[in-house]
């Protein structure tokens, strides 16, 4: 079964340094994978995705992830925080070729300090 | 162009009430997802609709139940409601012929159950 694991439920960076949220997966086939962001009282909205394309993908907002099929990883990455990144970030799997549901992480809430 | 709608955003019930929640998916998709997500938990899978039916299912209880219409649109219904589902419930829709399986996702009723 697929499964999603994030590091870290909370973490905290300050203002201008470098983001890292961990995401390790387990797939049976070749995943899609995703990250979303969910800011307060909203919904999840699509950072960037994984389609067996180019391993290092870009996102909005100056994210990125790499995916790494050796250490079944995709971390999500920035190289400079900013204030308006605090949020709630969820790493998601699916296998299309099994039907298209995602199945997320726990969540990874960042904290941004000034 | 408008996105995933959700109605109603907020609804408060009380243990053994049935509830029926809406969602409008984003124009020209044709396949709509349900997601469970609790709080301070990632979402979960209810199930999935594409072209009436349901095709795929998590492991919710039969308590939980949907619809999709000829337009796409989509009902959560749930009974006997219990003080455990209470939490965000969240609409994604997508383009079935699409191997990307991007889901945009709407944001969210917000049920509690007293």
């Known amino acids: 079964a697929q499964s999603v694991t994030q590091l870290g439920s909370h973490v905290s960076v300050s203002e201008g340094a470098l983001v890292l949220l961990r995401c390790n997966y387990s797939?049976?086939?070749?995943?899609?994978l995703f990250w979303y962001v969910q800011y307060p009282n909203q919904g999840l909205q699509l950072l960037l995705k994984?389609?067996?394309?180019?391993?290092l993908v870009k996102g909005i907002n100056g994210f990125e992830a790499e995916f790494k099929k050796s250490e079944t990883s995709f971390h999500l990455t920035k190289p400079s925080a900013h204030m308006s990144d605090a949020a709630e970030y969820f790493c998601a799997v699916s296998e299309y070729a099994r039907g298209n549901k995602l199945v997320f992480g726990a969540g990874t809430i960042l904290r941004v300090k000034s | 162009d408008a996105g995933v709608t959700q109605s109603p955003t907020h609804l408060i019930k009380t243990r053994g009430q049935q509830v029926t929640l809406r969602c409008s998916p984003k124009s020209g998709h044709d396949t709509v997802s349900w997601y469970q997500q609790a709080l301070g938990q990632g979402p979960q899978f209810i199930f999935q609709y594409y072209e009436e039916e349901e095709r795929q299912r998590g492991n919710f209880p039969d308590r939980f139940s949907g619809h999709q219409f000829p337009n796409y649109s989509s009902e959560l219904n749930v009974n006997a409601l219990l003080l455990g589902d209470s939490a965000l419930y969240l609409c994604?829709?997508?383009?079935?012929?699409?191997?990307?399986?991007?889901?945009?996702f709407g944001a969210g009723t917000r049920l509690s159950v007293l």
């Open positions: 994984y389609t067996s394309a180019a391993t």
């Open positions: 994604a829709s997508s383009l079935e012929v699409s191997a990307k399986n991007i889901q945009y």
């Open positions: 797939s049976s086939v070749p995943p899609y």
